[in-house]
């Protein structure tokens, strides 16, 4: 009894995986809707369903890159802990998505980095040692 539920077990687990491949079994009679817009036929397309759209990019494994589900981040010129506070980032395939964690980052060591320069300077102005509120 233990190997025959081994082996449905390994048997729905790769059902599972083949479902959510989006691949069917060679011989399927059954094809994925290709959902509205994307008709094959009858207009002069050439059956690839992408008119007016760019191709959907994959990672070459057959899985398509996600769509971004937040706008962009953006922060203002000059961001305060309440915008920092207030960032939230789209997920990805693997994660936060990078390029808006790489963007956010940068901006926020730039202006920590202006930020300093001006406390240095203030400091030398005033004749402070430079990590005298440190």
Request: charged fraction near 25%; hydrophobic fraction near 40%; glycine fraction near 16%.
């Amino acid at each position: 009894m233990t190997v025959f539920l081994v082996i449905l077990s390994i048997l729905l687990l790769g059902g599972t995986a083949l479902l959510a491949s989006g691949r069917s079994l060679p011989g399927a009679p059954w094809r994925r809707d290709p959902g509205p817009g994307n008709d094959r036929g009858g207009d002069g397309n050439d059956g690839g369903g992408t008119v007016g759209r760019a191709a959907p990019r994959t990672d070459g494994f057959g899985l398509v890159e996600p769509v971004a589900g937040l706008p962009p981040v953006l922060l203002p010129e000059v961001p305060g802990a309440a915008d920092v506070d207030a960032v939230r980032f789209g997920l990805g395939l693997r994660g936060y998505r990078m390029d808006q964690v790489d963007e956010v980052l940068d901006r926020l060591a730039a202006a920590l980095e202006e930020r300093d320069a001006e406390l240095r300077l203030l400091r030398s102005q005033v004749g402070a040692p430079p990590d005298a509120e440190r």
